[in-house]
């Protein structure tokens, strides 16, 4: 039985990009970590989750072969389609995360907000400006 890769080997790529160092990138490559792109041109930033999924059994053993998977909020899609429009903008996993939660939050709260609508264009022109609190401004 094989043991599963380790992430350090797995988010190799990851690292030096967001350590800065842009490691050689393949078209057909895709390679695990976090990243953020947008649904269509003018669109608000989504995040977008490269990983490898590693089934194994209790003693840590893999049951098939590790396969590469991808979310795009919250939605399984294709790292080999998508890996050409995310390597250029690799994230933290902090940052997926509040991206992810700011656009719940928006869905929920201002649902007329880009954050709410990714997949439609923002009309910068038109858009309110956002008025921040005090809390806010300090950050």
Not at 80 to 94: A, Q, R
Request: aromatic content about 10%.
């Amino acid at each position: 039985m094989a043991k599963p890769t380790p992430d350090h080997k797995l988010y190799a790529w990851w690292n030096l990009a967001m350590a800065g160092n842009n490691p050689p990138m393949h078209d057909g490559d895709p390679q695990c970590g976090w990243y953020r792109s947008r649904l269509i041109k003018g669109g608000p930033p989504v995040p977008v989750a490269i990983w490898m999924h590693q089934p194994v059994d209790d003693d840590g053993e893999l049951t098939d072969q590790e396969a590469l998977k991808c979310t795009v909020l919250g939605k399984e899609r294709d790292p080999f389609e998508l890996w050409t429009w995310v390597c250029g903008d690799p994230i933290s996993k902090n940052e997926y995360h509040f991206i992810l939660d700011s656009i719940h939050w928006a869905k929920k709260n201002e649902p007329h907000s880009p954050e709410a609508n990714p997949h439609l264009t923002v009309n910068w022109a038109t858009l309110a400006p956002h008025t921040f609190t005090k809390e806010q401004d300090d950050e």
